[in-house]
């Protein structure tokens, strides 16, 4: 907002709008990304844009930001927080009134989040995790990413706060009462609108806004107060690269997925089974997710030594 107020209308929107496009699209690629196969008859084809899926991670935040953007330049902060408690609640509203017949308004499937996502994109555009039994249902849909829109306000404002107020003691006891502020509503209104990542719940949108606060609260008062800054140079390789290592680890698992060993089986599978003998079950996924976030992490700490820091 600082860097706004140098500028004119003209140029903001154009900014948080090329913003918010170059973001979409580069997770709309990401999910299209290899972009060819090889077909039955051994030559290679284009992957068809009619399976591709639409909306994502990427495209959540970039809508996520583009609207919060938009909203905080143009409106005041009541008007801004009175459309967040408007766009809370009437998600809630929307769920009750308009699930597919016969089906639980806050269950993944049959909700009227998915009942908007399959006539708006259609079947084929949609996720089909494993988790999901690979059924069609997009956990960043549309009418969810409404919610999700809190979620960034929630966080400019109290970045806002932090930037005026963190630096005292009487700011940070603030900061830590509204987040378990949040985390009390959050809990009262999981009893009656329960608490759903799959399908971004608004008592969701609470919990995570109040986890982040009081996280935030102890982090200041370690890292700012204490002065206990050692630990922190590990994490901060994620935050000076965060949409690069975020790509990275998106499109290098779907690069080993292509790379074949053995009869049938590729590079991801062999690590993740050889992993799997040595150590079973849950400890072993957890290990091999540890070693592919340090394998992430490396390549942001090879860009942080070059002093390569990509933007968008």
């Not at 580069?26 to 909306?55: E, K």
């Not at 408690?85 to 909700?111: D, E, K, Q, R, T």
């Not at 630096?167 to 987040?179: I, R, S």
Request: glycine share 10%; hydrophobic share 50%; net charge positive.
């Amino acid at each position: 907002m600082k860097k706004f107020e140098t500028m004119s209308q003209g140029a903001v929107v154009g900014k948080i709008l090329k913003r918010t496009v170059i973001i979409f699209l580069i997770g709309y690629l990401i999910y299209w990304f290899p972009f060819f196969h090889v077909g039955n008859d051994g030559h290679w084809a284009l992957n068809p844009i009619s399976h591709t899926r639409i909306l994502g991670v990427l495209e959540r935040i970039a809508l996520c930001y583009g609207a919060a953007s938009l909203l905080i330049y143009y409106c005041s902060t009541r008007t801004v927080i009175t459309i967040a408690a408007l766009l809370l609640v009437g998600y809630w509203v929307l769920l009750l009134l308009f699930p597919m017949p016969g089906a639980n308004p806050f269950s993944m499937l049959g909700n009227a989040g998915e009942r908007l996502d399959l006539w708006v994109m259609g079947e084929n555009h949609l996720y089909h995790g494993s988790e999901n039994g690979g059924v069609a249902f997009d956990p960043e849909g549309i009418l969810s990413t409404l919610p999700a829109i809190v979620n960034v306000i929630a966080g400019y404002y109290t970045g806002v706060f932090v930037s005026r107020n963190g630096k005292t003691y009487e700011g940070l006891a603030k900061l830590l009462l509204w987040g378990c502020g949040f985390l009390a509503l959050a809990w009262f209104w999981n009893l009656v609108f329960p608490i759903n990542k799959k399908i971004w719940t608004s008592s969701y949108v609470m919990l995570t806004v109040g986890i982040d606060i009081v996280l935030l609260s102890f982090l200041i008062y370690i890292i700012e107060f204490r002065g206990k800054t050692k630990w922190t140079g590990f994490f901060a390789v994620f935050g000076k690269n965060p949409l690069f290592i975020y790509i990275v680890s998106e499109l290098l698992i779907v690069i080993l997925s292509m790379i074949p060993i053995g009869r049938d089986g590729n590079v991801a599978e062999w690590a993740g089974d050889g992993i799997m003998k040595i150590i079973p079950g849950a400890f072993g996924n957890l290990l091999f997710a540890l070693i592919y976030m340090l394998i992430c992490w490396s390549i942001g700490k090879w860009l942080d030594k070059k002093k390569i820091y990509i933007r968008v």
